[in-house]
């Protein structure tokens, strides 16, 4: 299957800081990725769907001023957390749509421990 | 509203034991049902897409059948390493590639 990569896998930041989290597709190119948040031991919680070259749609409840995402080439997007709080603390995953066959391949996830 | 509801919230097996997790959908112009299985700690890795009711598909000791109202991920034989959460997700005709997930079935498999 496809691959999709994130970098960084873990991060530890104080709080107030800003974390870039990138997600590439590495094998195929993706117009639209997908921005996910996931809580210990519950699902997937979409955030936002990324669109290469234009704005990101945000989910009711995610504030596009606190969770920046960019989308500069078919084959990475960067999600970044600005001013982050130790609520922010959680694991983030993408993925990527492998289009010509519509299937949606994941990233491995970020770990982010917000002190 | 699309929605999809897994069963069992946990399941524990014996190795060896078969069983079958359950995905109910409820969308709109169903366009592909997936299943995921994710590790602790990992993103979930694709395990099948079915499109149509009346398609399975097979992998090692997973198979994945379609109706049109739900799913199912059977295991035959089940060994220790098939251990993990199972995602389904559906994808609706006006969902633009957006999944909807269900809440996931933690499988345990003990020897």
């Known amino acids: 299957g496809a691959v999709v990569s994130q970098h960084p896998s873990r991060v530890i930041c104080k709080s107030g800081t800003s974390v870039k989290i990138e997600c590439r597709s590495l094998?195929?190119?993706?117009?639209?990725m997908f921005w996910y948040r996931q809580f210990p031991k519950k699902s997937l919680m979409l955030m936002a769907t990324?669109?290469?070259?234009?704005?990101?749609?945000?989910e009711q409840g995610v504030e596009k001023d606190k969770f920046l995402i960019n989308h500069a080439s078919l084959t990475l997007s960067t999600l970044t957390v600005t001013s982050a709080h130790p609520e922010d603390s959680s694991f983030y995953i993408c993925?990527?749509?492998?289009?010509?066959?519509?299937?949606?391949?994941f990233g491995p996830g970020t770990r982010l421990t917000v002190l | 509203e699309d929605q999809v509801t897994q069963s069992p919230e946990a399941l524990r097996l014996q190795e060896g034991e078969s069983s079958s997790l359950n995905c109910s959908y409820t969308?709109?112009?169903?366009?592909?049902l997936f299943w995921y299985r994710q590790d602790p700690g990992k993103g979930p890795e694709f395990l099948f897409t079915?499109?149509?009711a009346g398609e399975e598909k097979e992998k090692e000791r997973l198979k994945a059948t379609l109706t049109k109202k739900e799913s199912f991920l059977h295991i035959t034989a089940p060994k220790p390493e098939d251990s993990a959460t199972y995602l389904c997700?559906?994808?609706?005709?006006?969902?633009?590639?957006?999944?909807?997930f269900g809440g996931g079935t933690r499988l345990m498999v003990k020897p």
């Open positions: 993925s990527a749509v492998d289009s010509p066959y519509n299937e949606q391949f």
């Open positions: 094998d195929f190119q993706a117009t639209t």
């Open positions: 990324s669109n290469e070259g234009s704005k990101a749609t945000y």
């Open positions: 969308v709109s112009g169903l366009r592909g």
């Open positions: 079915l499109y149509s």
């Open positions: 997700a559906a994808e609706g005709d006006n969902a633009g590639n957006m999944l909807t």
